[in-house]
Structure formats: structure tokens, C-alpha cells
């Protein structure tokens, strides 16, 4: 590659290419440069980047690549932020590197029914894009269409009580329409003459040499995909042994002709976490019309306008292989460079820098941290148990007349129990007695007296007999571990490190483990509340295990036990020792419903 004696400033560069992988994205990047211009000194002591600068066409093209085994949204705009504060003058950007492809969109082609290329032409050109062939080496180009967006944050969301996860991110910002038009050229010429990535990759390979080996195509035979349901096994690293060389594994597909990779337009999905999971790609592929997954994107789209390009380096399931990575870097930044060919020079002086807008890529990456950080508190804490008592708690205490259940807060027992530490309050009664509706008015009035004094801890489990199978001690224990973890200003060190110690194996954690850290973290309150409903709809051997459990932690740790259950003798020795209030209808709370 040819280098340039002519001297540069930081001005100059008004392409801003970014990168998230040294080893193969950086150096397709900066194989794709036609002059090398030499490294300049850093402007701002804050930028750590590593840059590689040059020209390609008509323009000064600055290089940052991620730093190593850092990936991720936050990352990525950070480079971004650092890369604007020492080029001033950057007027849009690349994002261009590795991805994971859904390789068909919508229902069709893992039926094991074979369709050919000129079928999947005439339903694209009818606007029928559900059969979208993609092969690994292929490029996705991130474009917007009337229906779907350029670039979607799959993870952004909510998860809803006994409902499905429910995507709410907004739109991201698009590139100039430069960039956009740019697109459109390619897009024509690709259709009369057809693109030039593969010579381009050619005679990048052959003026770098060391390049060759690695970055080459590595062949049809090594690019398989296998059906959904067929899962490649933790710790296993060839696919073949673990998931078999039969071929009814593999998804039936036609030959494709030639060796070129294809181009393909459309939504990338862009999250903090790697998609590995063939069934999550497709569903979220067919919802969001997501042909690539990636994981840098939707930190740069809001504040750094820029072309995300990817190419398909494996199909986002358990079968992950670098084998493609350095081959799929290439395409990629083949098709950034025939890209930027055709864009004006000009054209491009003529934007304003994006260094105008460099105040709110730092505040997006404030906000980025923090949101990151609390989508890590929420996996962590769904990791625990994804259950959730707390629909149910507003669902019964909405259920409650307005001056109901005052007789029991202002019963001698329930003062003397919330008065006194290390106490057990048993409030046996018959069916339809109103236990449920009272367990609600007490928990309602414990947490808005920890809302006031948060040394105080709450934590509530509502039995029901139709969850007999799910109600284990082990998962009864993990809700109160959950619910007293997520109380706390932040997620105790003794819970993480029960999630490191089985996240990475795909265990779970022992009784043992479970009682050891929920110990740990209750006596980080001065009193803990633990408030247990309808014992009776719990399975007798998981209910004396948990009530053993409970009254274990009280023993140690000084907290005070709220119970209810139908008159019960077994379950009434379980509270021999227990403070005892008998639930029954009051007068004045028949009354007050009798009225309504």
C-alpha cells in the first residue's frame, strides 16, 4: 500500500470507519486503503483509540477499532466519542465488521423444501421478502423500509406478568442522505453489472500477502446450517462430533452458483448480548424482520449517523465458529470501500462535522451505562427466578374495600409481631375467610413503611395449588433471595458471585447455596419481614422443607414470619411456637362490602 509524503492534520478526516474486532476487522479495514497516511499524535489525553488513517476515493478515512475483548453498545460509542473529539472534522460514519445472519426470513426453508434463486428474485421484486437466502460471507447492509427500520435495539424493552417480552425501542437516527444515495447507486449497478467485492478482496489479498491464508474464502463445505431444533452441546467444540455429520440435520438448501457473496438490505438487531439461539433468531427475525445480529450498533446510530455493514460470519445460533470471521470481515469492508468509491468528495465537505453533536454522544453514553447496568441488575435478578410476586400482590390488594382489614393491623397480636423481633405471627382460617385479601393489606402496609426506611426488608410469596409442580423450596427460597436483593442500593457482592460461579456452565444453584447467600444478604437489613400466603397450596414435603428454611434464617437472622393457611393440624405444628390469630370475617368488613 502505497504511503503519502504529504503531511496531514486531525481536520482532515471526515470519514469516521469504526470497528470492533482487532484481529480481523481492523485489518480488512485498513487493507482497503489505497494511501496510508502516517499516524498522528493524540489531541485529547482521554482518547485511548488506536487508529489506523488513509485515504480511499476522494476521501480521508480515519480507523478506530474497539479495544480487545471489549464489545457491546456502550463500547463502541465511547470509540465514537473519543474519535470525534480528536477528528473534528468526521461528517458521518461506518460501522462495518462481523455479524450473524438469520439466514431465512419468516416461515419458509427449514421445511425441508428446496427453492431456487430465481424463486427468491420474484418474491423479493413482489415485495415478499420471507425468502431471504443468506449464505455466510454474504454482507447485510443496515436500510430502512416502509415497514421496517434500519437498525433495532432487539433488547430494549419490558417483560410483562405471564406475557412475552415487548420490544420498545424507539427509532434510530439514519445516515445522510448522501450515504443513503450512495446506497442507491450500488444498489442499481449491482442489478445491471453486479458488485466488485470479490475483486476487490482479490487485489487487496494480492498486495497484502499476509493476508492470503487467512482471509480467504474457506469454502462451501464449511458453511452449514442446521436445523433450529438441533443445539450444539456446552463444551463440545467440533459441531460435527456433537451434533452429527447426518444430513437430516442440516437444512435443505440449493446450491448456490459461484463463489461471490450476495448483498442483502434490510433491519440489523442490535443488543449487548450475543444471539446464540437458532429459535430466539428466528422468532425475533420474523417480529422485527431482523436479517443480521450484531452488537454495536444501536450505540452509535442515535448520536454518530452511520451505515452499519456486516458481514455473515455465522447463522446466530450454538454453532458459533471463527472459521468465517476473517473471510466475512473482508466482504464487508470490501463493500465499504465500493461504497465509498462512489461518493462525492464534495458532497461529502459540504455536511456539517458531527462534532457538533459530540455533547450528546457523552450524554448517550451516560445513558447507555446506566441503562446497561440495570438491564445487568434485571438478568441477574431473573436469573434468581423469573417470578414475579408483585402483579399479584396489587391484583389482590386492589381487590380490598377501603377500610377493610383495619381490625387486623390493630389487633394486639399484629402489634406485638411487628413490634418485636424474631417473631412468627400464624394466622390460620376457613376457606373464604379472606386470608389473601388480609396477607395484601399487611404487605401493603410493611413496604410503604420500608419505603420510608429502607434498613427495613420485605419479602412475600403467595401459594397457590395450581403452581403445586413450581412451588420447590428451592425456587419459594430464591423469590425471597430476589426480592430482598433487588430492595438493596445495589445488588449485593455475595449474589453476584453466586451468578458468576454457575452463569458460564448453565447450572443452577443448590439449596444450600441459596439459604448460605440469602443469609448473607438479609442480615444487611436491621429487620427483615418474610410474609408467606396459603401455605396449605404447597406440596406438604416442599412446604415443611421451606417453613424449616424460613424459620432457619429467622433463627440467625432476627426476622419476623407472616403465615396463612386453612385450619390445618399438621400445619399448625409447624407454628406451635407461633403468635396465633385466627382469620374470620369481622362485622364491620362484612358490613363495609355489604354496602358496596
Not at 53 to 78: F, Y
Not at 141 to 155: F, P
Not at 380 to 399: A, C, E, K, M, V
Request: with cysteine.
Amino acid at each position: 500500500m502505497p504511503q503519502t509524503g504529504r503531511r496531514f492534520a486531525h481536520g482532515d478526516y471526515t470519514v469516521g470507519w469504526i470497528c470492533a474486532l482487532p484481529e480481523t476487522e481492523f485489518v480488512a479495514a485498513g487493507a482497503m486503503l489505497d494511501e496510508e497516511h502516517p499516524v498522528l499524535p493524540a489531541v485529547h489525553s482521554q482518547d485511548t483509540n488506536s487508529y489506523l488513517l488513509g485515504r480511499i476515493g476522494d476521501h480521508n478515512v480515519v480507523i478506530a477499532c474497539l479495544p480487545a475483548e471489549t464489545t457491546g453498545k456502550v463500547s463502541a460509542a465511547t470509540v465514537a466519542k473519543d474519535m470525534l473529539r480528536s477528528f473534528p472534522a468526521v461528517r458521518f460514519g461506518l460501522m462495518v465488521g462481523i455479524g450473524g445472519g438469520a439466514p431465512y426470513y419468516g416461515t419458509r426453508g427449514y421445511d425441508n423444501t428446496e427453492f431456487s434463486e430465481q424463486e427468491e428474485e420474484e418474491d423479493s421484486e413482489d415485495g415478499l421478502e420471507d425468502i431471504r437466502d443468506i449464505r455466510l460471507g454474504d454482507v447485510v447492509v443496515s436500510l430502512h423500509s416502509k415497514s421496517a427500520e434500519a437498525v433495532v435495539q432487539y433488547d430494549f424493552g419490558k417483560s410483562l406478568q405471564e406475557k412475552e417480552f415487548v420490544h420498545t425501542g424507539g427509532k434510530l437516527n439514519k445516515p445522510p442522505a448522501i450515504v443513503l444515495s450512495a446506497v442507491s447507486v450500488l444498489q442499481q449497478q449491482h442489478r445491471r453489472k453486479g458488485h466488485t467485492i470479490s475483486e476487490l478482496l482479490a487485489d487487496t489479498l494480492s498486495k497484502n500477502p499476509g493476508m492470503a491464508e487467512e482471509f480467504r474464502y474457506p469454502g462451501s463445505a464449511k458453511d452449514r446450517l442446521l436445523r433450529p431444533d438441533i443445539v450444539h452441546l456446552e463444551g463440545r467444540k467440533s459441531c460435527k462430533a456433537c451434533c452429527g455429520p447426518n444430513k437430516v440435520n442440516l437444512a435443505r438448501r440449493t446450491d448456490r452458483h459461484g463463489t461471490a457473496p450476495k448483498i442483502h438490505y434490510g433491519t440489523i438487531g442490535s443488543a449487548d448480548q450475543v444471539m446464540r439461539d437458532a429459535i430466539l433468531r428466528d422468532k425475533w427475525a420474523q417480529k422485527e424482520k431482523i436479517i443480521c445480529f450484531e452488537m454495536e450498533a444501536a450505540g452509535l446510530m442515535d448520536s454518530f449517523p452511520c451505515l452499519v455493514i456486516r458481514g455473515i460470519c455465522d447463522y446466530a445460533d450454538s454453532h458459533k465458529s471463527k472459521i468465517w470471521q476473517p473471510y466475512a470481515a473482508a466482504t464487508a469492508a470490501s463493500y465499504a470501500k465500493e461504497l465509498l468509491l462512489v461518493i462525492p468528495g464534495q458532497g461529502v465537505m459540504d455536511l456539517s462535522p458531527i462534532e457538533q453533536t459530540l455533547g450528546k454522544i457523552e450524554a448517550n453514553v451516560d445513558t447507555m451505562r446506566s441503562t446497561l447496568a440495570r438491564k445487568e441488575d434485571y438478568d441477574l435478578l431473573n436469573w434468581i427466578t423469573p417470578d414475579d410476586y408483585g402483579p399479584l400482590q396489587s391484583d389482590h390488594f386492589r381487590r380490598r374495600q377501603a377500610g377493610t382489614g383495619e381490625w387486623l393491623l390493630n389487633s394486639m397480636e399484629f402489634q406485638k409481631w411487628l413490634r418485636t423481633s424474631q417473631e412468627t405471627l400464624f394466622c390460620p382460617g376457613i376457606p373464604g375467610a379472606g386470608k389473601t385479601i388480609l396477607t395484601s393489606i399487611v404487605i401493603d402496609h410493611l413496604t410503604r413503611r420500608t419505603s420510608e426506611d429502607r434498613s427495613l426488608g420485605v419479602a412475600y410469596v403467595y401459594c397457590n395449588f395450581q403452581r403445586k409442580d413450581e412451588q420447590r423450596v428451592d425456587r419459594l427460597l430464591s423469590s425471597v433471595l430476589k426480592q430482598l436483593s433487588e430492595r438493596l442500593p445495589t445488588i449485593p457482592g455475595e449474589v453476584i458471585d453466586l451468578y458468576n460461579q454457575h452463569k458460564t456452565d448453565r447450572t443452577r444453584p443448590s439449596l444450600e447455596e441459596i439459604s448460605r447467600t440469602l443469609h448473607s444478604v438479609a442480615i444487611k437489613y436491621s429487620r427483615v419481614f418474610i410474609l408467606v400466603d396459603a401455605l396449605d397450596e404447597c406440596r406438604e414435603s416442599e412446604r415443611n422443607k421451606f417453613v424449616s428454611e424460613v424459620f432457619s434464617l429467622q433463627a440467625r437472622c432476627g426476622s419476623n414470619i407472616f403465615a396463612t393457611s386453612r385450619i390445618d393440624g399438621e400445619i399448625e405444628k409447624l407454628f406451635s411456637d407461633a403468635i396465633s390469630l385466627e382469620i374470620r370475617a369481622r362485622d364491620h368488613d362484612v358490613e363495609i362490602y355489604l354496602d358496596e
